[in-house]
């Protein structure tokens, strides 16, 4: 089992930059493929991006693909978010989540794949 604590989320304007982290607890955090979601009041959680237990493989939505990078220290048990050029429609709580499995068994755009969810860290883009 693991416990995962994001961080980083804050009030930025329009253009600006904020970097997410999600800690893991345990120690097997690199047998974990990681995933970060968001969902805005009233609204579906949406995928983000994705990487692969090693790092070698990522996948981000197209609604943030060139603003957006998702990256992970596995020493530090650590995967991060980078959002840059930030825009208003970004606006919601952010979630990072887990699933034990490799990147070829997973679907990693659907919420439902991942059985470890964090609290989620609220990020604001004001216009």
């Known amino acids: 089992q693991v416990q995962l604590v994001e961080s980083g989320g804050g009030l930025v304007q329009a253009g600006g930059s904020l970097r997410l982290s999600c800690e893991a607890s345990?120690?097997?955090?690199?047998?974990?493929?990681m995933g970060w979601f968001r969902q805005g009041p009233g609204k579906e959680r949406d995928f983000v991006a994705a990487?692969?237990?090693?790092?070698?493989?990522?996948s981000t939505a197209d609604s943030v693909k060139g603003r957006f990078t998702i990256s992970r220290d596995n020493a530090k048990n650590t995967v991060y978010l980078q959002m840059n050029s930030l825009k208003p429609e970004d606006t919601a709580t952010y979630h990072c989540?887990?699933?034990?499995?490799?990147?070829?068994?997973?679907?990693?755009?659907?919420?439902?794949?991942?059985?470890?969810w964090g609290q989620g860290t609220q990020v604001t883009v004001s216009s």
């Open positions: 989540a887990a699933v034990s499995l490799l990147w070829s068994e997973v679907r990693v755009t659907t919420p439902r794949a991942y059985d470890y």
């Open positions: 990487i692969s237990r090693g790092g070698g493989i990522t």
């Open positions: 345990g120690r097997t955090f690199s047998s974990y493929t």
